[in-house]
């Protein structure tokens, strides 16, 4: 529902207030759902806040109807499944919103009247940047870290304590001043350039990309396996606390001191301010920072700086009285949408995005705006010719926000979604309970073959030295390569490639070396490189152990075609697979292109038989870790080699952990082996062991 459609709340009846209660208390809990528990937010933080506000404003005209499943009794959502549930010991508040200079002025005059405070007593307030992230309350015991956690419905939160562990601004252990019980809340999050690197290796592994930091981060933290959180790049920053057993301090300035005394991470833009407009000074400086600064934050928090007024002021439903979250406006401009384009992804999905005539908005020249799919363009009802307001928000991917219709030319149509594919004609189509529509081309569509191919040559399929997207993308616009087989055929075609401005000599002989050395490859590597839908690594990895040999692998997927035969149900039966995964399997092998394509293939390659691990194996059932450089073979392959030979991979070393290889720069790991008493390996003996060295 757009602004426009909107009835005003003075009018509402009693009827049509409680029916928009319900509506909106529902799409609250589906923005809520969305956000905390699958980080895939559908609209911006303003866009949500409105939604809430509207709820705030319909309840105090109409108090009878609030709802007991009201979105202004709950806080956030509850815990997702998968981790265990941790009832923190004093609750993790929200904060309330203040949208302009009044609000704030209102807040500190609200506390004065709250406390009776004679006119010549200064109320100070800390003013601290209010971080874009997800908030983790930390527990420390006899100062040893023992539980971390999120921060769930507020009551009940995730035990993510191992995940926690994992990121380097959270001290383990607190020093001898610190007290016995002691509880951290503060702010995880991602860096802008972080984000931008992972999704780049995400995209290039053919993983799921994310929409903003935030999302990036709570995506790393909610990860079951903390070897993932591990490798993500998260920090901390502390500024408040929980249950404790002991007074730490005795205003909030001087809590954060302690804290990072303790060696905590505080946010250095934090300020003591002498009153509220000390404090909005702050707002200003900040914001005006804002586009520069490495992190994303929405606004700046004021809290009463005395803890004594904290606590006599309390809290009110889901929020302390003492403190109050000033957010920034999201950042918008009005532009001209020229046309709306189409791209088409590896799997065939049409994104549509907005070509906008390039504008500055919050310091960046935006030129280029997702619309997501087109329900979205039909909600908003974008047209191309419009001019529209897009926004910048804690998001980094801009947004189109709605349409100023004033500003429409006359005789403009509707965007009517393509039902052919922009690049190859082939029909558009769009699955029952799917948003997004998709080419049905398959690899007949440049778009897709394209995409397919940067995926069959990324790291974690072909990795192939030297040809990236960019080379990909240029020999595929020569023709020289258009299906993958095509790449090592290259060989054969160097008298066009001394023609080709950019390949000396040395470089092609490097370059068809690096495809030389690919044309044997482990069958997961394979799968995965076909990018059939859903296939990750996981995945492939699965279906390589499954089925052995990729002859074994190709017949059972032709076989299961029949739903009623036998490699159907073994196909569903594999545990992570599933009937939606076999259909997209099923549809791959059953495409006459893809078959042309893997015959091809065949001819070119040698496809590894999965070694299934063995259990005369001499690591079967060991606990291997992998520390400092190894100089052989690169970190995944050692792992994966360990993996098929039986041996479960760690990445931290306990008293469970049968081997440590070390290579040259181990540090604490190989320390902490020795300590333990645990088998410590060079590289080559740890070769000689499982081997000898990779071909
Ligand atoms: S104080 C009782 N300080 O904002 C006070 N919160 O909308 C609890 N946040 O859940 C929060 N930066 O996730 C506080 N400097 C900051 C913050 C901050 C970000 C988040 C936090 C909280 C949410 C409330």
Not at 443 to 449: D, E, G
Not at 554 to 566: G, K, L, Q, V, Y
Request: net charge negative; aromatic share 6%.
């Amino acid at each position: 529902m757009t602004d426009q459609n909107l009835v005003p709340i003075a009018e509402l009846t009693p009827e049509s207030a409680a029916a928009e209660l319900q509506r909106l208390s529902a799409e609250i809990a589906k923005h809520d759902q969305l956000y905390h528990q699958q980080d895939a937010p559908e609209v911006s933080d303003a866009a949500y806040d409105a939604l809430r506000q509207r709820n705030d404003a319909i309840e105090q005209r109409f108090p009878d109807l609030v709802r007991t499943d009201s979105p202004s009794i709950k806080v956030g959502a509850a815990p997702a499944s998968g981790f265990a549930k941790v009832t923190h010991a004093q609750p993790m508040l929200s904060l309330a919103n203040a949208f302009d200079r009044d609000d704030v002025n209102e807040f500190a005059a609200r506390i004065r009247r709250f406390l009776n405070l004679p006119e010549t007593e200064t109320l100070e307030l800390v003013a601290e940047p209010k971080i874009d992230g997800l908030s983790a309350s930390l527990r420390y015991e006899n100062r040893k870290l023992v539980t971390g956690a999120t921060r769930g419905d507020g009551a009940v939160g995730e035990d993510i304590t191992a995940n926690l562990r994992t990121v380097a601004d959270i001290p383990q252990t607190l020093p001898d001043d610190a007290p016995d019980v002691f509880e951290v809340r503060g702010e995880v999050y991602m860096r802008r350039d972080e984000f931008f690197a992972l999704n780049q290796r995400q995209e290039e592994a053919g993983n799921k990309v994310f929409a903003n930091p935030r999302n990036a981060a709570a995506g790393s933290l909610r990860q079951l396996d903390s070897r993932i959180t591990a490798s993500r790049p998260l920090h901390f920053f502390a500024y408040s606390t929980g249950e404790t057993s002991a007074p730490v301090a005795q205003s909030h300035w001087d809590f954060l001191a302690r804290l990072k005394d303790w060696g905590f991470t505080v946010n250095p833009l934090s300020r003591r301010c002498a009153d509220a407009d000390a404090a909005l000074a702050l707002y200003e400086e900040v914001a005006t920072a804002r586009a520069g600064l490495p992190y994303d934050i929405d606004g700046i928090v004021y809290k009463v700086n005395r803890l004594d007024w904290q606590s006599r002021l309390g809290m009110v439903s889901r929020a302390p009285r003492w403190a109050i979250a000033h957010k920034f406006a999201a950042e918008q401009a009005q532009t001209l949408l020229h046309r709306i384009s189409i791209q088409v992804g590896r799997t065939g999905a049409l994104t549509p995005v907005a070509e906008l005539e390039p504008i500055t908005v919050g310091g960046v020249v935006v030129s280029r705006a997702t619309l997501h799919n087109a329900d979205e363009i039909a909600r908003k009802d974008i047209r191309q010719g419009d001019t529209v307001i897009i926004q910048r928000a804690g998001d980094v991917i801009p947004q189109v926000v709605s349409v100023v219709i004033d500003k429409r030319p006359a005789g403009s149509q509707p965007y009517e979604f393509p039902t052919h594919c922009p690049e190859c004609g082939s029909i558009v189509a769009q699955e029952e309970d799917e948003v997004v529509r998709r080419c049905t081309g398959g690899l007949v569509c440049p778009a897709q073959s394209l995409e397919k191919l940067k995926h069959f040559v990324s790291r974690n399929a072909f990795d192939i030295e030297g040809l990236g997207s960019k080379s990909i993308e240029a020999f595929s616009t020569d023709g020289l390569i258009v299906t993958p087989a095509d790449i090592f055929r290259l060989k054969d075609r160097q008298t066009e490639f001394a023609e080709r401005e950019g390949w000396g000599e040395q470089s092609l002989r490097n370059l068809l070396a690096s495809i030389e050395a690919r044309r044997t490859i482990s069958l997961d590597r394979f799968i995965f490189a076909l990018g059939v839908r859903q296939v990750g690594q996981a995945n492939a990895r699965l279906l390589a152990r499954n089925y052995g040999t990729f002859d074994a692998f190709r017949a059972a997927m032709i076989a299961a075609r029949d739903t009623e035969s036998e490699a159907y149900a073994t196909l569903i039966g594999i545990d992570g697979v599933g009937p939606s995964v076999a259909t997209d399997l099923i549809a791959f092998f059953a495409e006459q292109h893809n078959e042309t394509v893997l015959d091809d293939l065949a001819d070119q390659l040698t496809i590894e038989d999965f070694v299934q691990a063995e259990s005369d194996s001499p690591i079967a059932g060991k606990t291997v870790v992998f520390t400092g450089t190894l100089e052989r073979m690169t970190r995944n392959e050692a792992k994966a080699r360990a993996e098929s030979m039986g041996a479960k991979v760690s990445g931290s070393v306990s008293a469970k952990t049968d081997y440590v290889v070390a290579g040259p720069g181990a540090g604490s790991k190989a320390k902490k082996a020795a300590e333990l008493n645990v088998a410590l390996l060079s590289e080559d003996e740890w070769l000689s062991m499982t081997g000898g060295p990779p071909q």
